[in-house]
């Protein structure tokens, strides 16, 4: 689902990459390089503003191409000038960093320079991630543009919160290249139409900490990769997704929630849910937790032991079944132990159960692979040792399947 079709011609796999004068333009070029490796052909046009932050030809070396300018524009190219040329050429745009004054000449329908004449002039899908100081993004202007633009079907990576190149805090940072390719990719792959497309997915990851006092807690080493992996490829696939994860998700193009406890995760889930389609529950959930948190901090005094008292946890999976949402369970097991998996499907009553042996070699916990068994209502699907992403790929398949079966 990568969307990646490296035997299509040229033009199949160009990408526009819009360039605009916000310092966020650094960032551009590693965006450039990673759409290289992510196996597109991007066409960098910049504007004048962007020149004179980073030069053309940085993209043209980046971008292996010629890269665009104004100058460009006065340039027939096979008979069509530049503007017309690069919007028939190119299946995808990306305007990044997208600046307000260039975010204004879009929702307008000015085309003063190349860059907004080949906006007008593309048909494909366009990306926009804006980028500016905060005062300027929360402008009612800029609102109103983005609002637009969005309205008229262009994706809007919304720009982040954080220290701001002015030296101020706020929200104004460009979301990062890793959020943009995932978003390219979406673009490419056409997604439109799968039986992922415009569903909600939440999907939860990582490992839950349980607080024994004010600084420490019991947790396990669950990395949270397996299930950020599963809400990037649903993402892919044109759903709409929410992960609520105790790991950082940067770059995630989707909604976030961060988390620490089970409890928190528990409220969280339920809140998501509700008008969810779809449950994926990775996450490393503790199934026990201290009976009370203590206040402050534990001291060790002339203790020679400490006994903690613990509880069970609330089964966040459990208390979500209802009709409509199709839920997806996971069972890490210490050794090949699939009939224990098969009890798991039965007692839970999930649509799908997620199998893997977290003691098999190179898989599992914090590792970048695994191998798992997909046991469905009908069958089971053995995926052997491979990347988490191809892992997350063949879950997909199988919560596509089960929502057309419905
Ligand atoms: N899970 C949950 N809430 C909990 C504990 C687990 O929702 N309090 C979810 C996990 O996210 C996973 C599934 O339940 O999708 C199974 O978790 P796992 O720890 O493998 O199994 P347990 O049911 O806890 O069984 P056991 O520890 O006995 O193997």
């Known amino acids: 689902m990568s969307g990646q079709t490296p035997t299509a011609p040229a033009g199949e796999r160009t990408v526009l990459v819009g360039v605009t004068g916000g310092i966020a333009i650094y960032k551009a070029v590693e965006l450039v390089r990673g759409l290289v490796k992510d196996g597109f052909q991007p066409l960098v046009v910049s504007t004048q503003a962007a020149q004179r932050f980073v030069m053309p030809l940085t993209f043209a070396a980046v971008s292996q191409a010629p890269a665009l300018d104004d100058e460009s524009a006065w340039q027939a190219s096979g008979g069509w000038f530049q503007h017309i040329e690069a919007a028939r ?42 980028t500016m100081n905060w005062a300027m993004n929360e402008h009612p202007a800029t609102v109103a543009n983005l609002r637009l633009l969005a309205a008229r079907g262009v994706e809007v990576l919304p720009a982040e919160e954080g220290e701001l190149a002015c030296g101020e805090e706020g929200s104004g940072r460009m979301a990062p290249p890793e959020a943009i390719r995932l978003a390219v990719r979406r673009a490419f792959a056409g997604t439109a139409a799968g039986p992922l497309a415009g569903k909600k997915v939440v999907v939860t990851s990582g490992g839950t900490r349980e607080r024994i006092d004010a600084v420490r807690f019991i947790g396990n080493r669950s990395s949270g990769k397996m299930g950020r992996a599963v809400a990037d490829e649903a993402y892919l696939r044109g759903a709409r997704v929410a992960l609520v994860t105790t790991q950082p998700a940067d770059g995630a193009p989707y909604g976030v929630v961060r988390v620490e406890s089970s409890d928190d995760m528990g409220a969280a889930v339920r809140e998501q849910v509700r008008d969810a389609d779809v449950l994926v529950m990775a996450a490393a959930v503790a199934d026990f937790k201290p009976r009370s948190e203590e206040a402050g901090k534990i001291q060790r005094g002339d203790r020679e032991a400490l006994t903690l008292d613990l509880v069970r946890t609330v089964d966040i999976l459990a208390g979500t079944a209802r009709p409509g949402l199709f839920r997806v369970g996971f069972a890490a097991e210490a050794g090949p132990r699939l009939q224990r998996a098969r009890e798991k499907k039965a007692a839970t009553g999930v649509d799908l159960l997620v199998f893997n042996d977290i003691l098999a070699e190179g898989v599992g916990i914090g590792a970048d692979e695994n191998a798992i068994t997909i046991i469905t209502a009908r069958e089971e699907i053995e995926v052997p040792r491979t990347s988490k992403r191809a892992c997350a790929a063949a879950i997909a398949d199988q919560i596509e399947a089960g929502l057309q079966a419905r």
């Open 89 to 130: 050429t190119a299946r995808v745009m990306v305007v990044a960093p997208a600046t307000a004054n260039t975010l204004a000449k879009m929702a307008a329908g000015l085309a003063d320079n190349l860059l907004t004449a080949i906006y007008l002039a593309f048909r494909g899908p366009v990306i926009v991630a804006p």
